[in-house]
């Protein structure tokens, strides 16, 4: 049966390179809907500009994690639930697990909130298996550094991006359905140990 699988790791980790070899994976045990979040809809995605961009008037923490579950709530109805109905596989570039690490961690808001509006939103929705790419934060930020122009997130400081890092691992040391991948190790290692495993798990 089709599942929901998500991958999950912070700044510049590889997320989207290592998409696509997954995609490649899962392709062989039928349909592939590949999604991202914030994102995934047109609704959603005008969410993901509101958030991403520099502006004036930012979000201030709560907006901007109310706009996550807002974005993630239009995703989940138009595009996850019936893509898993139709006996697709969704592979989906960020979800909860990032709210939890980002807003939770790097803003310090705690996790009450979240879990409360992850309840509300996604009950019934959970991911199967989260994949999370871990790599010192230094290491990411240099990948992603060639970026000209750095969007709201990206321009968060160091000491941001460690939180968010903790916040990523004490999930994964919690939840039985993360693995941790190392994502510092040269791209051909990280592909052979993804391959390994998730060949293993289906
Ligand atoms: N956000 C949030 O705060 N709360 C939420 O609930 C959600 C999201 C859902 C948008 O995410 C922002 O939204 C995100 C968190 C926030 N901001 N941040 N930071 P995004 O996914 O669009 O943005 P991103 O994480 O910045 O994605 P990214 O920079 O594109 O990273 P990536 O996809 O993980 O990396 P990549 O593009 O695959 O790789 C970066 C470079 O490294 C590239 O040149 C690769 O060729 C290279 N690379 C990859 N792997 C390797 C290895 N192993 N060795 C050497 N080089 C490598």
């Known amino acids: 049966m089709a599942k929901f699988i998500v991958l999950e790791g912070s700044e510049g980790v590889g997320k989207s390179t290592n998409l696509a070899l997954i995609a490649d994976i899962l392709a062989a045990h039928g349909d592939v809907v590949q999604t991202r979040e914030p994102g995934g809809t047109p609704l959603a995605e005008s969410i993901r500009q509101l958030l991403l961009s520099k502006q004036e008037d930012a979000p201030v923490p709560l907006a901007e994690l109310l706009l996550m579950f807002a974005a993630r709530a239009q995703h989940i109805e138009k595009k996850i639930k019936p893509a898993l109905a139709q006996g697709q596989w969704v592979l989906c570039d960020r979800f909860t697990g990032s709210t939890r ?74 939840d039985p359905s993360w693995w941790v991948i190392d994502a510092s190790q040269p791209l051909a290692k990280v592909q052979s140990d993804l391959r390994t495993k998730l060949e293993d798990w289906l």
């Open 101 to 174: 690490a980002y807003q939770g961690f790097g803003r310090e808001m705690g996790l009450q909130a979240i879990d409360q509006l992850a309840e509300l939103v996604h009950s019934d929705c959970q991911p199967d298996l989260v994949i999370y790419l871990d790599a010192p934060v230094e290491v990411g930020l240099q990948r992603a550094g060639q970026r000209s122009q750095p969007d709201r997130f990206e321009s968060e400081k160091l000491e941001f991006f460690n939180k968010v890092r903790q916040g990523y691992l004490a999930q994964a040391e919690t």
